[in-house]
């Protein structure tokens, strides 16, 4: 016994001595005092501690999860990341709290055929062209249309029902970066899928109609920036909306008569309708349009877009064009009045060219219509030519397309209820003209004269319009080289 005991006497300080070199090198390692997977629900903490000195923390994926200087790591979003702790590496799981069963296919790019095969639920109906459409698919009635840019997906419309649109958003919330949609605001919110707009695969815009909610998916890298996939992601929007929520698509109607526009929102749904031109067409809250002035303008039902046009009950002549600003070359394609069109030129006294002019002579409806072109040959001025027998159609023709007002024997009129919205000023005399030109084309007759010109609006307007109520009409630029020949 007294051998074994000095054996062991012998023995121990040697182990304990390899144990004391152990403890020193332990305290200069990392350990992980944490296992090598974590799960956490949205909003939630969980701890990855690292033992050791000098421990840095980073996730790779901080939408997913974010790791704090102490190994605090915090679920965003539902999804998968990793989180390194050199050389220790831990995968974290983060699911979601709000449950959902309305999924729809995001695999961007995919043909129909795939589109087909991994959606769920509901009855696939007509939709419009290059789409797949998908009424009820679940017990609310909620409706789904796929966009396709020849064979490949590129967006996804989902109508959420009214009573499920909250628990949706926060579903959403949980997985983009999103924010609440107001349900009087008809703006879309874009959201994406990523820390940052750059690193999304998908964005998706929010948007109420009535009651229920419209989110739309859409392939982030078609966009530039979320500025950019806001303006890309408003096409179909349009197209589901003019497809599912309108009856509605178009309206014509002459001046003076009045059409409804017929909706499928339930009737104690908040719609909101607006006219981009009240001076074409108004419309009260009940939706019915009004036409009001020859032309074309949109009305929106809380934003989806419904196109008007207005035509008019008298039809005296095709007017000229009257965008200015536009060059002689735009206006020769752009004219629609018919004729034969010479190239003219206005002189100075000098017998310099001043302006450049196009006539048409037998003009639909007009003896003559003539265009003048100012500085840098832009458009600035119009005639339009009427034998005197026309006399009597011109005030009715012209205030189914001007708001007019009349100074003696002057009838001016502008195509806008405001000063501001104003582009063009008409003006003519209630008494034809003896005028002519000093060549065969244009013989010397008694015409009426509608001038047309720019109206740009400034605190100079007032003094512009009493200059052209005392303009000598009838004795217009064209004619003041040859005012012996045309007087």
Same mark, same amino acid.
């Given at each position: ?166 628990? &949706? /958003?926060? !579903?959403?919330? *949980? @997985?983009?970066? %999103? $924010? ?89 749904? &908040? /719609?909101? !309708?607006?006219? *981009? @031109?009240?001076? %074409? $067409? ?89 265009? &003048? ?115």
């Amino acid at each position: 016994m007294k051998k074994i005991f000095i054996g062991l006497a012998i023995c121990l300080p040697l182990v304990m001595s390899a144990c004391s070199n152990d403890d020193d090198a332990a305290e200069n390692a990392w350990q992980s005092s944490s296992p090598a997977s974590l799960t956490l629900k949205v909003g939630e903490t969980g701890s990855v501690a690292v033992t050791g000195t000098g421990s840095t923390y980073q996730s790779s994926d901080e939408f997913v999860a974010t790791v704090s200087t102490d190994g605090t790591v915090t679920g965003r979003h539902v999804g998968e990341t990793q989180i390194y702790a050199a050389p220790h590496t831990f995968n974290v799981t983060v699911t979601g709290i709000e449950k959902s069963n309305l999924e729809v296919v995001t695999t961007w790019d995919a043909k129909q055929e795939t589109v087909k095969k991994e959606h769920q639920g509901g009855q696939q109906e007509t939709g419009p062209e290059n789409t797949l459409y998908y009424t009820n698919i679940d017990e609310e009635g909620a409706k789904a249309m796929y966009h396709f840019t020849g064979p490949q997906l590129k967006a996804v419309n989902l109508l959420v029902p009214a009573a499920q649109a909250q628990s &949706y /958003i926060r !579903y959403l919330q *949980e @997985r983009y970066q %999103v $924010a609440t949609p107001s349900d009087e605001d008809f703006t879309p919110v874009i959201g994406y899928n990523a820390q940052t707009y750059p690193k999304a695969s998908t964005a998706i815009a929010l948007l109420y109609q009535g009651k229920n909610l419209l989110v739309t998916f859409y392939k982030a890298q078609g966009a530039a920036n979320e500025q950019d996939a806001a303006e890309k992601i408003k096409p179909y929007i349009t197209t589901f909306n003019n497809h599912v929520m309108l009856k509605t698509k178009s309206i014509t109607l002459y001046v003076g008569e009045a059409q409804s526009i017929e909706t499928n929102f339930d009737e104690e749904e &908040y /719609i909101n !309708y607006q006219s *981009e @031109r009240p001076f %074409v $067409a108004s419309v009260n809250g009940m939706g019915e349009v009004t036409g009001n002035h020859v032309g074309t303008t949109t009305v929106t039902v809380n934003d989806i877009p419904v196109s008007v046009t207005v035509k008019g009950k008298v039809n005296l002549y095709t007017e000229p064009v009257l965008d200015w600003g536009t060059s002689m070359s735009y206006v020769i394609n752009h004219h629609q009045a018919g004729g034969n069109m010479e190239r003219l030129s206005l002189l100075d006294n000098d017998g310099n060219k001043k302006e450049d002019i196009c006539r048409y002579s037998g003009a639909r409806g007009a003896s003559f219509i003539y265009y &003048y072109f100012g500085l840098y040959n832009k458009l600035n001025y119009a005639e339009v030519y009427l034998k005197a027998n026309k006399g009597n159609n011109i005030i009715p023709f012209l205030a189914e397309r001007y708001n007019l007002i009349q100074d003696e024997d002057l009838i001016l009129g502008i195509d806008g209820n405001t000063p501001e919205e104003t582009s063009t000023l008409v003006a003519f005399r209630t008494s034809p003209q003896h005028v002519g030109a000093p060549d065969v084309n244009h013989p010397i007759d008694d015409y009426y004269i509608i001038c047309y010109e720019e109206f740009v609006y400034t605190p100079e307007a007032k003094q512009k319009i009493r200059q052209q109520k005392s303009r000598p009409i009838g004795t217009l630029p064209f004619y003041m080289r040859y005012s012996n020949s045309v007087r």
